[in-house]
């Protein structure tokens, strides 16, 4: 029962701008990281950025400095905001999280998004 929703994809020239959102729904212990990955075809899905529960934050080097990772009051949602965009950046964007399920548990689970396409171009 516990879901990501993606929104927020589109179609952009270079040099242009999207806003991606992700909600969890449903009920977890707690969360543990949440962030974005990408997936071009006949590419390996990769790491565009992560932000734990302390706030801390990581980026892929493609896309230091202009990409912004944040989470909402709630600490529920994820956004992404994609700024400076290049041909290079078209890809399939997943929500991904790392949560615990209850407190009883040791074993972290992993949550993955339906894919949001974000296509770039001339």
């Known amino acids: 029962q516990v879901q990501?929703?993606?929104?927020g994809g589109g179609s952009v020239?270079?040099?242009?701008?999207l806003s991606l959102s992700c909600t969890l729904s449903g009920s977890v212990f707690r969360v543990v990281a949440m962030g974005w990955y990408r997936q071009a075809p006949g590419k390996e899905r990769e790491l565009v950025?992560?932000?734990t529960s302390g706030g801390s934050?990581?980026?892929?080097?493609?896309?230091?400095?202009?990409f912004?990772?944040?989470?909402?009051?709630?600490?529920d949602t994820v956004y992404l905001q994609v700024n400076s965009l290049k041909p290079e950046d078209?890809?399939?964007?997943?929500c991904h999280a790392n949560v615990y399920a209850s407190q009883s548990?040791?074993?972290v689970l992993e949550l993955w998004g339906q894919g949001t396409l974000?296509?770039?171009?001339?």
Do not use: C, F, Q
């Open 4 to 7: 990501l929703v993606e929104s």
């Open 13 to 17: 020239h270079p040099g242009g701008s």
């Open 57 to 66: 934050t990581d980026y892929a080097d493609s896309v230091k400095g202009r």
């Open 105 to 107: 548990t040791y074993s």
């Open 49 to 51: 950025a992560r932000i």
């Open 90 to 94: 078209t890809a399939v964007y997943y």
């Open 68 to 75: 912004t990772i944040s989470r909402g009051d709630t600490k």
């Open 118 to 122: 974000v296509n770039v171009y001339s």
